[in-house]
């Protein structure tokens, strides 16, 4: 079975600075999906990036940035320039390629992100 | 698009009673997952719904049941409520389809919290 670690519970950053937030997964496949996903105290789960696993080229979305690293099994998310705004649990979640895994993400424990002005 | 809608956002229960969740997926979307979020156990995949047949299913016992209906609408049964039950739940939608992470990305509804007493 597939497993998430998330080793950082919390994290905190000052406005406009940049932060990372670590990720490790454990699983004999090789053909996957990676993703983040952010949950702010509204709850609501939004997707802030999406790797695959057999694209060498770590994904971006703006500020936000992976560096995906297969052989280590390590998909840290980096967010540059901070902003109030980001503060929220951070998810990040693993996804097998096809197979019978419809559907099925596999989440680690979150990390929770802190923003101080 | 309009998102993901779940009904409803807020419910509390007794011990022995079921209940019924309920969620709209993303228009287009044939996929509808449903996970359990609670502080101790973090998010769990409870099962996957594609085109009216259950593709996959978690570790959750049999009081966890679920249906979709042809406009992919999705119901999930608790039933004999316990109070561990208490738990955010979480519908996710998408395409359904293989094709890779941008094609089956999972976008998610603001969740239904349930409370049992």
């Known amino acids: 079975a597939q497993t998430v670690t998330q080793s950082q519970p919390e994290m905190s950053v000052q406005e406009a600075e940049t932060v990372t937030l670590s990720c490790t997964y454990d699983?004999?496949?090789?053909?996957?999906?990676l993703f983040w996903y952010k949950q702010p105290p509204s709850r609501q789960m939004i997707l802030v990036i999406r790797?695959?696993?057999?694209?060498?080229q770590n994904a971006t979305e703006n500020r936000f940035s992976v560096n995906f690293q297969k052989a280590a099994k390590s998909f840290s998310l980096k967010i540059s320039d901070s902003q109030l705004g980001d503060a929220a649990m951070y998810f990040c979640?693993?996804?097998?390629?096809?197979?019978?895994?419809?559907?099925?993400?596999?989440f680690g424990q979150g990390t929770i992100l802190t923003v101080h002005p | 698009k309009a998102g993901v809608t779940q009904t409803p956002r807020y419910l509390i229960k007794t011990r022995g009673q079921q209940v019924t969740l309920s969620c709209s997926p993303i228009?287009?979307?044939?996929?509808v997952s449903w996970y359990q979020q609670t502080p101790g156990q973090g998010l769990q995949f409870l099962f996957e719904?594609?085109?009216?047949?259950?593709?996959n299913k978690g570790n959750f016992p049999g009081r966890f049941s679920g249906r979709q209906f042809s406009n992919s609408r999705s119901e999930m049964n608790v039933s004999t409520l316990e109070l561990g039950d208490s738990a955010l739940y979480l519908c996710?939608?998408?395409?359904?389809?293989?094709?890779?992470?941008?094609?089956?990305?999972?976008?998610f509804g603001p969740g239904t919290r349930l409370t049992v007493l």
């Open positions: 996710a939608s998408s395409s359904g389809l293989s094709g890779g992470p941008l094609t089956d990305t999972q976008y």
């Open positions: 228009s287009g979307h044939r996929s």
């Open positions: 719904y594609f085109s009216e047949t259950q593709r």
């Open positions: 699983t004999s496949e090789s053909d996957y999906y």
């Open positions: 790797q695959e696993a057999y694209k060498q």
């Open positions: 979640a693993y996804r097998t390629a096809g197979g019978t895994s419809y559907g099925k993400l596999t």
